[in-house]
C-alpha cells in the first residue's frame, strides 16, 4: 500500500517562501508510471490542484500559480517537495500531496497539513 | 481553465435513500471525470474514475455516468458513513479543476 506524508513548518510570514516536502512509502517517486502532486485545500476556493513532478523532471504547473511555484524530485529520499514563493494570506490552506497515475486521477493522497500565512 | 459545477452544493437524506450529485464541465470533457469522498478532517478519496469506474475497495452502492458536460453521481440505499463531501474533477485538461462539492447530510 502506497503511504504518503507531508511536513514542513505549520507558519509562515507573509513574503516568504513555504517549503513542504512529501515521503512516500510503499511506492517510488522514481516510477515512470505515475506523477507526484500537489493541491490545496481553502474553505472559499475548494480544491485546487498546484501541480505535479515526474521523475525525468518535467513539471507541470497550474498557470494560476506557475510564476511562483517549483515542485522537486528526490530520488535518492523518494520524496517530492513544493516551494511557494512571495505567500500572502492567500496562500493559507490545506496542502495535500498525491499520487496520479498519468491519467489525471488521484488515487493516493498524504493526509494533509495546515500552512497558515501570517505575520 | 474548465470549470465544474456540481449541484447541489447540500443534501439532506436518510439511510437508505437513494442520493443523485450533478456535476456540469463548461466544455466537453469526454468521459475524463473522476469523484471523490472526502470525510470531515481527512483527505479525498477516489471512488470513481473515467466517469463510471469504480475504484477498487469502494462499494458497489455507489456508480456513477455521464459523458460530454454532464454527469452524475449515484449512491444507492445511503449508508452512515457515505455522509461525507463528494467532488468532481475533471483530468481532460490541464489544469485538473474540481468542483465546489456536495455536503451530504443525515436528515
Known amino acids: 500500500q502506497v503511504h504518503l506524508q507531508e511536513s514542513g513548518p505549520g507558519l509562515v510570514k507573509p513574503s516568504e517562501t513555504l517549503s513542504l516536502t512529501c515521503t512516500v512509502s510503499?511506492?517510488?517517486?522514481?516510477?515512470?508510471?505515475?506523477?507526484w502532486n500537489w493541491i490545496r485545500q481553502t474553505p472559499g476556493k475548494g480544491l485546487e490542484w498546484i501541480g505535479y513532478a515526474y521523475f525525468t523532471g518535467i513539471t507541470n504547473y497550474n498557470r494560476s500559480l506557475r510564476s511562483r511555484v517549483t515542485i522537486s524530485i528526490d530520488t535518492s529520499k523518494n520524496q517530492f517537495s513544493l516551494n511557494l514563493e512571495s505567500v500572502t494570506a492567500a496562500d493559507t490552506a490545506v496542502y495535500y500531496c498525491?499520487?496520479?497515475?498519468?491519467?489525471?486521477?488521484?488515487?493516493?493522497w498524504g493526509r494533509g497539513t495546515l500552512v497558515t500565512v501570517s505575520s | 481553465d474548465i470549470q465544474m459545477t456540481q449541484s447541489p452544493s447540500s443534501l439532506s437524506a436518510s439511510v437508505g435513500d437513494r442520493v443523485t450529485i450533478t456535476c456540469r464541465a463548461s466544455?466537453?470533457?469526454?468521459?475524463?471525470l473522476n469523484w471523490y469522498q472526502q470525510q470531515p478532517g481527512k483527505a479525498p478519496k477516489l471512488l470513481i474514475s473515467a466517469a463510471s469506474t469504480l475504484q477498487s475497495g469502494a462499494p458497489s452502492r455507489f456508480s456513477g455516468i455521464g459523458s460530454g458536460t454532464d454527469f452524475t453521481l449515484t449512491i444507492n440505499s445511503l449508508q452512515p458513513e457515505d455522509f461525507a463531501y463528494y467532488y468532481c474533477?475533471?483530468?481532460?485538461?490541464?489544469?485538473?479543476?474540481f468542483g465546489q462539492g456536495t455536503r451530504v447530510e443525515i436528515k
Open positions: 474533477q475533471q483530468s481532460y485538461s490541464s489544469p485538473w479543476t
Open positions: 466544455q466537453r470533457i469526454s468521459i475524463l
Open positions: 498525491a499520487r496520479d497515475s498519468r491519467s489525471g486521477n488521484f488515487d493516493f
Open positions: 510503499g511506492g517510488s517517486v522514481g516510477s515512470s508510471s505515475h506523477y
